[in-house]
């Protein structure tokens, strides 16, 4: 073909594809540069996500023989998880041989099904060692109510020789990377079938029970009404008020009034005082017209109070020394939100009564700092046992008009 020819052609082809819809030049959607990684019985899968679409999830499927657009019916979901994770654990039964693949679903929910071998497909088999990997408790179901100032979790797993892991978190569960921000409620054996947990009041919480080896592992798949709670459970404020202890039976009143010094028979009543005589209109008038030339009173905001624990010494556990530097920054509007947070999973994490008050003690000045009134009497009272003198101080600033 001659030179001309040739650039005939060129020109030709050009114009064609000038000439061709954008809609049948549209980009496909998948993600790239996927990586697959075995320790021992663990498969560990590295992407880079989509950088044309944000707010994306990602599936990750299974099969025994490579996934395209044949097989892929018979392709198993091994996960899902947010944009920004860009990696997977995976589990697969021992003794087996594994392709995968990766799809991008966007915010829409549409799943996006393209195969490219070296992008988001494996065309290697993973082998899997026939050596038994210890397998995890699934859980079975999980339901939640509440009875009085308490929520009663009730769960069943599939196996009884495991430890389960109790989240809390204000928000629903649905990636691994929830558990990260969640408060690790408590540890129970599998074998258990129900919980109680008391967390703080007026607040919506919701709930997710899952083996401890999921969690090492972060690949936990979260299904409402299975492993999660489908919607959020909330101690009532008043339920909370009812159940709360009674002040301590030891004297720790106040001074009394000015020269009452009650007494015991007739001698008592001598030295109560006597109502005296009424003032004239004259001196009501006098005294008026002092009051009114007065600047109105001004009420001084309280600031930030140290309980001797934390003023001084040095702390001798990580919850003590968290706790200390929590309370130091009780001043700094900008953290108040941030150490509300970390107070409540400090509340988790300790077992000491007295140490809990102190936590409450804390938490009940973050609210009242942050106008939520209701939430820091309910927080100062559950410390009024261990520091009465101090709560009520607080508690007179907030219900006083």
Known sequence: ??????????????????????????????????????????????????????GER???YRH???????????????????????FFLDTPQPGGDYYYAVLAIDREGREHRVFIPFRNTTVSPVSISAEALPSTAEVLSLSGRVE???????????????????????????SPADLREAVPVDRVPSSETSYLDQPVPGIPYYYAVVDSLEVERGATVFVAGKNTTGSPLEIPLEKAV????EPPARSLREAPLP??????????????????????????????????????????????ELLPEEAGGSPETAIEAALKSIAADLSSPQTWAASEQALLNLLSLTESSELEARIFFYLGQLLFFQGKKEQAVLSFLMARD?????????LRRILSP
């Open 1 to 54: 073909m001659g030179l001309e020819k040739m650039r005939n052609l060129v020109h030709v082809l050009c114009a064609v594809l000038i000439l061709v819809p954008v809609s049948a030049q549209e980009r496909l959607l998948y993600p790239s540069f996927l990586k697959v990684a075995v320790k021992e019985n663990e498969v560990k899968l590295t992407w880079r996500d989509v950088d044309e679409i944000s």
């Open 58 to 60: 990602y599936r990750i």
């Open 64 to 86: 025994g023989y490579q996934i395209n657009d044949q097989t892929f019916e018979g392709a198993v979901l091994a996960g899902e998880v947010d944009e920004g994770v860009q």
């Open 148 to 174: 009085g100032s308490t929520i009663v979790l009730t769960f069943r797993s599939s196996r009884e020789d495991r430890t389960l892991v109790i989240y809390r978190h204000t928000r629903p569960f649905t």
């Open 242 to 245: 009812m159940s709360l202890p």
């Open 259 to 304: 020269y009452l010094a009650p007494g015991t028979g007739s001698s008592a009543r001598s030295v109560l005082p006597q109502r005296r005589v009424p003032l004239t209109l004259s001196t009501r008038k006098s005294l008026e017209q002092m009051l009114s030339s007065l600047p109105p009173p001004t009420r001084v905001p309280p600031s930030p």
């Open 386 to 394: 261990t520091y009465y003198v101090e709560t009520t101080r607080w």
